[in-house]
T-cell receptor, first 111, second 112 residues
Framework: SQQGEEDPQALSIQEGENATMNCSYKTSINNLQWYRQNSGRGLVHLILIRSNEREKHSGRLRVTLDTSKKSSSLLITASRAADTASYFC???????????FGGGTRLMVKP | DAGVTQSPTHLIKTRGQQVTLRCSPKSGHDTVSWYQQALGQGPQFIFQYYEEEERQRGNFPDRFSGHQFPNYSSELNVNALLLGDSALYLCASSFLSVETQYFGPGTRLLVL
């Protein structure tokens, strides 16, 4: 079963706009990761945030984590058509443990 | 440095048949995990191999089995295929001590 839910399930924006996706999870975690998937192919790791961190940045990506609400958000700034993909959050207890994925957000960025 | 590779890329089988999927991990990685992704859903964990042993297992029946070889490559076997086994099967490799997993392109299995 899925660990949690992503919101929204689908998002359509114009190039240059910001995209925000949210993820909720159910159990205690050690870390939360975001992955991108293009057209039903393999997943690409984007960013990892640990349970003792509140915010992390990587290029145009900003991730927040609120362990009290069991939720995370991924912000993509100044989106590009190439950002069109499905985005998944995944949680795990610790290094070496299985990843539990949400259902994903399908992002479409229109040129 | 090659990333995670999987073979075959696509496969069509009929109900009741058996299938074997293969995965070569990223160079140096010692841990291989397998995930099943149904259309429109997130990946679901099947099992993980480390040092040629099944280390963790998700909620999948015994029809799903695997193996890891001394060179860390891995196979996923599915017996008595059902229509519901149609999915994208993803292999991910990692170091056991590191959280990030690297995914292969997947094998798309269609069961008719």
């Amino acid at each position: 079963s899925q660990q949690g839910e992503e919101d929204p399930q689908a998002l359509s924006i114009q190039e240059g706009e910001n995209a925000t996706m949210n993820c909720s999870y159910k159990t205690s975690i050690n870390n939360l990761q975001w992955y991108r998937q293009n057209s039903g192919r393999g997943l690409v790791h984007l960013i990892l945030i640990r349970s003792n961190e509140r915010e992390k940045h990587s290029g145009r990506l900003r991730v927040t984590l609120d362990t009290s609400k069991k939720s995370s958000s991924l912000l993509i700034t100044a989106s590009r058509a190439a950002d069109t993909a499905s985005y998944f959050c995944a949680t795990s207890w610790n290094a070496g443990n299985m990843l539990t994925f949400g259902g994903g957000t399908r992002l479409m960025v229109k040129p | 440095d090659a990333g995670v590779t999987q073979s075959p890329t696509h496969l069509i089988k009929t109900r009741g048949q058996q299938v074997t999927l293969r995965c070569s991990p990223k160079s140096g990685h010692d841990t291989v995990s397998w995930y099943q992704q149904a259309l429109g859903q997130g990946p679901q964990f099947i099992f993980q191999y480390y040092e040629e042993e099944e280390r963790q297992r998700g909620n999948f029946p015994d029809r799903f089995s695997g193996h890891q070889f001394p060179n860390y490559s891995s196979e996923l076997n599915v017996n008595a295929l059902l229509l519901g086994d149609s999915a994208l099967y993803l292999c991910a490799s990692s170091f056991l001590s590191v959280e990030t997993q690297y995914f292969g392109p997947g094998t798309r299995l269609l069961v008719l």
